[in-house]
């Protein structure tokens, strides 16, 4: 029998964090091996207790390079799942490739140079990672749908809304899926009259190809994007909406398998469907 995958969770304690502490202590074939919560008042707490477990026996720590050269040792190639923060989750990477740790990572708000630099750095040590701005098999799903609708329609804007926890904008799936459609070849939104912002930003924000984003944060709202398409005559809406993040946990324990037989950097979760 194969020795289990052993994982790290960190931001173990946030919302997201939770949710993949309970999805991997109950998956076969997954050992969970650590905790990290920046916050020092989880510090020595067992993590099963704190997301409503029985007792898993893993204290929670704050200390991630420590807790990665300890993963580094263990027979069987290790894994971290990173839902921290975008000011933290270069570092948190660059540290993980280090010691020869998988990251797959559902934080967003990397730049486009800082995820060159890292599938470099990923390269050169000759380890996985997975980049995936969104875990749900129903946004990539919106996202293929996004991109059939583009051959036919000229006019695309993108409305993403999350909760009011959220500290980038514009999500990390919003930004991808422009992404996306400026791959497919065209630019969009040819300019009808010139436009005058009466107050600034008025028009969200302006991604590749002439493709607008807007971002909304409101309490109430989990995660939601709509990809808008336009035509003489026509309204065609894509619409994905999160009322669980349970609806990502399928998603994190693919990665989680999948990440272990890969050598390079993967930006987005459809690329290892």
Known sequence: MSQPIPVVVNGATGKMGREIVKAIASAPGLQLFGAIAHNPKWEGQDIGEVVGLDPLEVPITREYEP????LSQEKQLGVVVDVTHPEAVYHNIRTAIAYGVRPVVGTTGLTLDQIQELAEFADKASTGCILAPNFSIGVILMQQAALQASKYFDHVEIIE????????????????????????????????????????????????????????????FIAHQEVIFGAPGQIYTLRHDTTDRACYMPGVLLCVRKVIELKTLVYGMEKIL
Do not use: C, F
């Open 67 to 70: 807790m990665m050269a300890m």
């Open 161 to 220: 809304l999350h909760h009011n926890q959220k500290a980038d904008a514009p999500s990390g799936t919003a930004v991808q899926t422009a992404q996306l459609l400026a791959e497919m070849g065209k630019t969009y939104n040819p300019a009808k009259v010139t436009e005058t912002e009466k107050l600034q930003g008025a028009r969200g924000a302006l991604a590749e190809e002439n493709i607008r984003i807007h971002s909304v944060r409101l309490p109430g």
